[in-house]
Each structure stands twice: as C-alpha cells, then as structure tokens.
C-alpha cells in the first residue's frame, strides 16, 4: 500500500514562511505527478502546485511568484515552500500524487491522498 505523510503546517504571521513537506512510501514503481492541493473553510478543494516526472511544474496565479513546489526524487518526496503567506491561504494543504505500483510483474497507476496539514495565517 502507498502512504503520503504531510508535514510542516502551523501558525504563522501575515508575510512570513513555511515549507510543507510530502513523503511517498510503499512499493513504488514510479511516481508521475506530485501536487498540493488546498480546502479553506467553506470552500472547495483546488490545486495549489504540482510537479511532473520530469519536473515541470504548475502553479495557480493565486500564488504564483509566492509559492514554489519541488521534488527529491530519491526521496520520493514533494516540497511547496510558501512565501509571503497571506491569511486567505488558510486551509489545510494536502498532498496528492499519481503512483504506478508493481505487483507480481502487473502495473497499476492511481491518485493518492496525504491526511492532509493545517496552515493558519493570522496576526
């Protein structure tokens, strides 16, 4: 089975940072996609940041030139450093990738989902 474990949420001020962490583990082929994805309160989830295989990377206009997502491959991890943090990016930021397993020589690709990490932005 595949776990993604998020990390790095908390309490912090109007303009300051933090940097969000997501750890993929389980018997992993391969892993094609890797994004953070966001729900406020009383709002609908929506995609934040993803990243390929081959690291290209998508961020929203809503925090573009703020945010930055990126991937250690041997780690199998994803990272979305957050800048200049504004209170409306309040929400609790998940973690979702698209992950190929191997299982008795047969390939399967799926979406998986990360608990999930609260980020509070209030003065």
């Known amino acids: 089975q595949v776990q993604l474990v998020e990390s790095g949420g908390g309490l912090v001020q109007p303009g300051g940072s933090l940097r969000l962490s997501c750890a993929a583990s389980?018997?992993?082929?391969?892993?094609?996609?890797m994004g953070w994805y966001r729900q406020a309160p009383g709002k609908q989830r929506e995609l934040v940041a993803d990243?390929?295989?081959?690291?290209?990377?998508n961020v929203v206009d809503s925090v573009k030139g703020r945010f930055t997502i990126s991937r250690d491959y041997a780690k199998n991890t994803v990272y979305l450093q957050m800048n200049s943090l504004k209170p409306e990016d309040t929400a609790v930021y998940s973690c979702?990738?698209?992950?190929?397993?191997?299982?008795?020589?047969?390939?399967?690709?799926?979406?998986?989902w990360g608990q999930g990490t609260q980020v509070t932005v209030s003065s």
């Open positions: 990243i390929t295989s081959g690291g290209r990377t």
């Open positions: 389980g018997s992993i082929f391969s892993i094609n996609r």
């Open positions: 979702n990738a698209a992950i190929t397993l191997k299982n008795g020589g047969h390939l399967y690709t799926a979406d998986y």
